[in-house]
Nanobody
Framework: ELVESGGGLVEPGGSLRLSCAGS????????VGWFRQAPGMEREGVAE????????YYPEHVKGRFTISRDNAKNTVYLQINSLEPEDTATYYC????????????????????????WGQGTQVVVSS
């Protein structure tokens, strides 16, 4: 199970740290992605971290403001969002995928929703003054 937390109402320019806590399995062995879905929009990926080497990936439009990280001792993955903009308003989801090293030898980022096995219920972020 994955449980997200940390969402809320924040003013433009503010920051939030979202958490994705895993239970029942060790997140350190999984690729973890953060996705978001704004009202009326399709869900999009905004960050991803690999399992073994902690390689991270961000799409260009969030690079520099979003940071994904792990705390394996807490079985948690975080998404730090800085300089929040109204366009960041969305429900944020984390997802986990187990990928054997042989199946992804180049440690390519997992960008498709269909590649993920487990999903959280989402946490809402509203950016407004």
């Amino acid at each position: 199970e994955l449980v997200e937390s940390g969402g809320g109402l924040v003013e433009p320019g503010g920051s939030l740290r979202l958490s994705c806590a895993g239970s029942g399995f060790g997140l350190e062995f999984y690729y973890v992605g953060w996705f978001r879905q704004a009202p009326g929009m399709e869900r999009e990926g905004v960050a991803e971290i690999s399992s073994d080497h902690g390689r991270t990936y961000y799409p260009e439009h969030v690079k520099g403001r979003f940071t994904i990280s792990r705390d394996n001792a807490k079985n948690t993955v975080y998404l730090q969002i800085n300089s929040l903009e109204p366009e960041d308003t969305a429900t944020y989801y984390c997802a986990a995928a187990f990928v054997a090293a042989d199946d992804n030898p180049d440690d390519d980022p997992l960008l498709l929703e269909s590649e993920y096995d487990y999903w959280g219920q989402g946490t809402q972020v509203v950016v407004s003054s």
